[in-house]
């Protein structure tokens, strides 16, 4: 199921702070769905220690993100595959970034709550994933609009926050 999503990148400041809300750590597995020019990677991987994962379907974004990460000689860090991240099995990430439509992410829900690990963060940019209650949401302002990240933590519920349950 191949879907195409415009490219319109996170700004740079927008990335940090998303990752910061994901609580990356180092030598975690950071794992791009449509990563564009690849910069979430790079970030993920200079800033925060991680190991990173994109996945993207057009050859001239695949190409810009691998020569960015050589460019970073982060090669050994970041790995860019061209194909479907419906093909993908996402198993191993700890945190998923995406920026991608509403559609799209209530497409990719099934395949989420299914392969994601107990524990494993999902940071959404702009786009909610319908039928999931976000852990917490954020607007990360840049020097030109806000920008709204929602949190989602496989396993969470409101019941973890405070003992009771708000549903």
């Known amino acids: 199921m191949t879907i195409t999503v415009p490219f319109v990148p996170t700004p740079y400041e927008v990335v940090k702070e998303t990752l910061k809300i994901a609580g990356l750590k180092s030598n975690e597995y950071l794992l791009d769905l449509g990563c564009g020019d690849g910069r979430v990677l790079i970030i993920g991987a200079e800033d925060f220690g991680a190991k990173a994962v994109g996945i993207e379907t057009r050859s ?27 093909k993908l099995n996402l198993s191993f990430a700890d945190v998923v970034f995406m920026y991608l439509l509403s559609s799209v992410n209530e497409k990719l ?31 990360v302002r840049d020097g030109y609009r806000e920008h709204q990240i929602y949190l989602y933590v496989k396993g969470w519920s409101e019941q973890d926050e405070g003992g009771r349950s708000t549903r």
């Not at 970073?72 to 419906?86: M, N």
């Not at 994601?116 to 039928?131: M, P, Q, W």
């Open 60 to 86: 001239d974004l695949v190409l810009k993100a691998a020569l960015s990460v050589m460019r970073a000689h982060l090669t050994d860090r970041v790995l860019i595959i061209q194909g479907d991240f419906f």
């Open 109 to 139: 829900r099934p395949k989420l709550e299914s392969e994601l690990k107990t524990g494993a963060r999902v940071v959404s940019h702009d786009f909610e994933v319908r039928g999931w209650k976000p852990a917490s949401k954020h607007i």
